[in-house]
């Protein structure tokens, strides 16, 4: 046994390379990177999808870094979107800034649980200061608490299971319940409902105006309504962004209701949440400290990489009445209060020190460069909905209320839906710049969302000329 045991050491030690070897490999990532990082103003922001040169397995035996980095760059960097380019304009994107990579890095060496305070302090004390910080950006007081998530979906799922809770709502009542909401919601909200065993609570969808806000002016009425049939108003939402054209719903004026009729109000406010940091957007959102929860995307309008979410909630109690639970393994940590434990807030248990790769570029850079990228951001955006306006033949979607816009052409003759989805198609397969389209009351919309903190006046001027030369080409 005594051999076999040594005999396995040799072979597991490869686990661990020497000071030299990873001295090797690491410069051997960052010039990868560096190369990524310095064509990337003039790369493609949308690859067609290739078919894999072989595919992809595992093997017994060791394989360069070469060769991996190699197999990187052609079957997933030059593949698809390139979300990490100023022309990635679809969807609601992010950008990922290099500082947060280090933190990923630094975390994943030291790799430090931050779940419970008592095996990490000051990780966990790094991920509530940053809670704090967007708590306090929302207005929430200083009781306030929540959590680093993947992303929306989970905070949302966070924010309805608390919301669940904190209202003792029984199964038997389940579909009773009452949510009101717009179609343009994010269906993370509808998913979120099912997951939370909510799937028979009855939705009430909003009407919206002309400028694709919520329309509130019938809301008391409809809850009044519901309560005399016997039913539980249960949750309102208002988006802070909605995904398919950035609009901001009146937050004011729904959490007074949600509020006389002790309704649970949810902002999701995971793209348009850190446009708080502009005092021109802070006065249309007044209201959002009277909320319940918030969620937010620090993936989105924090620039930082894919998987960095948050919900924030003003009741401690009642999102420990829903997430808190320990085990006999966990008796040491029973003491560790002094701090939330971001384990007892979320249905995460093990869980990636994510606070780490927001905590070093906001140090690093301070909050200004942050403030300045977003307001330029909402210029570009109103710049190129008025450069488009003075050229016949475009329609534009309503002002924007963040960085969000939305057109299409409208050809002389013929549909104009299944021209806008040929020019769609067009510009996706120039690849030069990334959009996306979205429908809303039968209406085909090319949407233009400016997020990615690389995208700046030079990309929305080669956009403003791509659109017109494809234009130009399905026409003739």
Known sequence: MIDKIATLEKIARQLEPDDTTRQELTKQVIDHTSDFLSVLDHEQAFF???????RDTLSEEPESMDQLLQFLRNQVEKDGINAASGGHMGYVPGGGLYP??????????????????????????????????????????????????????ISNLIAVVTAREAKSVKAKDFDKLVVYLSDQAHHSLQKALRIAGLGEA?????????????????LAQTIEADKAKGLIP????????????????????MSEIARKYQIWFHVDAAYGGFFQMLPEIRKRTTGIEHADSVTLDPHKSLFLPFGTGAVLIK?????????????????????????????????????????????????????????????????????????????????????????????RYVPAEGDANAFNERLIKSIQDDGRIFLSSTS?????????????????????????????????????
Do not use: C
């Open 100 to 153: 947060s990579a280090l933190g990923d890095y630094l975390a994943a060496v030291s790799n430090k649980y931050a779940g419970i305070y008592f095996p990490a302090p000051g990780a966990a004390r790094m991920e509530n200061m940053l809670i704090s910080w967007m708590n306090e950006l929302m207005g929430f007081p200083p009781t306030a608490t929540g959590n680093l998530t993947s992303g929306g979906s």
């Open 234 to 253: 249960f949750f309102i939402n208002a988006s802070l962004g909605t995904t398919n054209t950035g609009t901001i719903d009146p937050i004011g004026e």
């Open 48 to 54: 067609q999808n290739t078919e894999p040169e072989n």
């Open 202 to 218: 009855q939705l009430r969808y909003l009407p919206i105006d002309d400028e694709l806000r919520v329309d509130i002016s019938s």
């Open 315 to 407: 009741d401690l109690t009642s999102l420990y009445k829903a997430h808190r639970y320990t085990a006999d393994y966990l008796q040491d940590l029973v003491d560790s209060d002094s701090e939330v434990n971001a384990a007892d807030v979320s249905p995460e248990l093990t869980k990636h020190f994510r606070g780490l790769r927001m905590w070093l570029p906001l140090k690093l850079f301070g909050l200004k460069p942050f403030r300045a990228a977003l307001e330029e951001k909402l210029l570009l955006a109103q710049y190129f909905r008025n450069q488009l306006q003075q050229v016949d033949g475009f329609e534009v979607g309503p002002p924007p209320d963040l960085s969000i816009t939305m057109f």
């Open 440 to 476: 809303i009351h039968g209406k085909f919309w090319i949407r233009v969302a400016i997020v990615v903190f690389r995208t700046h006046k030079s990309k929305i001027d080669l956009l403003l000329g791509i659109v017109q030369e494809k234009v130009q080409e399905l026409s003739s």
